[in-house]
């Protein structure tokens, strides 16, 4: 009897956590009739009983049939603590030795996969409070520790301390900073200017793109500062420069304009 009341409250748990992590949640109903990764869990906690009485064929089985309706293949032998979330689900994959603890959040596209084919733990494990982003991949049996996040498409092989937050390929832990220097500052009023801002976290991607981007900003501050300096020398020394020139602003009336007679 003990059990069974354990079981349903795991299920409430399942069940009231999504109001908490998804605010386009609106009743008990509609979570329990059309949410994937709700679906996918339950099914899964049934699997995982059955891996471990030894039902192993039967819970392989129920697990594919889980597959094919949610599009999330979750191994019965996999640990899955309590209030365990996966928002929009399509795409997640959870390996055989993967551990999960308690109040984790996966997103769309993620993997927890092995770096290995040898038997023995070769998945990831997730302590308490991790949210893993859309399209992430965590693989290897390293370790995300209490209140990790990782963000969407980064790709983990190494452990994470707890409170990190990894970014990139391969991931990198990123902190936030408490203040700017003065050359950051000018280089942030630069990037504006020419209308450059990498989704809005230029200063942390890993995109190289944006990294290159920057390194060329970087590189045009450093020859403004040059070219001042020479002009404030020729200056001194009597020499004549002509006037400042208001130089040209590139804007999406100019780009299209190239576009239009390149195509001409």
């Known amino acids: 009897m003990s059990e069974r009341v354990s079981r349903w409250q795991r299920f409430k748990e399942d069940i009231n956590c999504v109001f908490d992590r998804d605010p386009a949640a609106r009743n008990v109903f509609e979570i329990v009739t059309t949410y994937p990764g709700v679906h996918a869990i339950q099914l899964h906690r049934l699997n995982h009983w059955l891996w471990r009485k030894n039902w192993k064929w039967l819970a392989k089985f129920i697990s594919t049939l889980g597959r094919w309706i949610t599009g999330i293949e979750i191994h019965p032998g996999a640990k899955i603590g309590r209030r365990f979330f996966i928002d929009h689900g399509m795409g997640v994959v959870i390996g055989e030795t993967a551990e999960i603890g308690d109040d984790c959040t996966l997103y769309h596209g993620v993997t927890l996969g ?3 084919w040898k038997e023995g733990k070769r998945h990831p494990t997730l302590s308490n409070d991790i949210v893993v982003g859309a399209g ?3 693989l290897g049996p390293i370790t995300l520790h209490d209140g990790a996040r990782v963000g969407s498409n980064a790709v983990v092989v190494k452990d994470v301390a707890a409170g ?8 990198r832990v990123v902190k936030a900073k408490s203040s700017m220097t003065e050359d950051e500052r000018q280089q942030q009023k630069l990037a ?3 209308g450059f801002d990498a ?3 230029s200063s942390k991607s890993m995109d190289p793109v944006a990294t290159a981007i920057h390194g060329l ?6 020859m403004d500062k040059r070219v001042d300096s020479l002009c404030q020398t020729v200056h001194q020394l009597g ?4 006037e400042d020139v208001d130089m040209h602003e590139l804007d999406e009336c100019d780009i299209s304009e190239d576009k239009d007679e390149s195509k001409s």
């Open 164 to 171: 990190e937050t990894v970014v990139g390929v391969p991931g």
């Open 192 to 194: 504006q200017s020419v």
């Open 217 to 222: 900003i970087e590189h045009i501050q450093a």
């Open 239 to 242: 020499g004549d420069l002509p």
């Open 199 to 201: 989704y809005g976290t």
């Open 136 to 138: 992430a991949k965590v």
């Open 114 to 116: 092995g770096t290995s």
